[in-house]
């Protein structure tokens, strides 16, 4: 199961959002309030769902300016990954976030809602991080 933003215009160039995507300090900025347990270094990061669970993260794949795979970091209820594109425009560039999971019929209907807000809220405070 697929979820994604829109490609979102931002006016800031790849490098800038490149580099605030690459480290996993800043990702607290773009997550939903209903987290605790936040810790982060520049390579993981692993926080707590209100009535989800705990979620930990790494960098699977990085490529400067364009692109950058996340994946679980430890054990995890379901496999998932997230992808950033990053693609130059003419003034600043446009960024789309894709998180995959692969889900059972039962997990999907758990968590189909819950992970689409998960997107969703991403793309929210990413325009207004970059607005």
């Not at 979102?8 to 480290?23: M, R, T």
């Not at 496999?79 to 995959?100: A, L, P, R, S, W």
Request: glycine fraction near 4%.
């Amino acid at each position: 199961m697929t979820f994604q933003t829109p490609e979102i215009e931002l006016h800031k160039s790849a490098e800038e959002v490149y580099a605030f995507f690459s480290d996993f300090n800043n990702f607290k900025k773009i997550l939903p309030d209903n987290i605790s347990d936040w810790q982060a270094d520049a390579d993981h990061c692993s926080f707590t769902f209100k009535n989800m669970g705990k979620m930990a993260l790494k960098f699977e794949e990085k490529t400067p300016f364009t692109f950058l795979k996340i994946i679980p970091h430890g054990k995890a209820p379901f496999e998932y990954f997230m992808t950033c594109n990053i693609t130059t425009q003419e003034i600043g560039c446009k960024v789309k976030i894709t998180f995959d999971a692969s889900l059972n019929p039962f997990m999907k209907m758990m968590a189909e809602k819950p992970l689409s807000k998960f997107v969703g809220i991403i793309e929210e405070k990413i325009r207004e991080i970059f607005g």
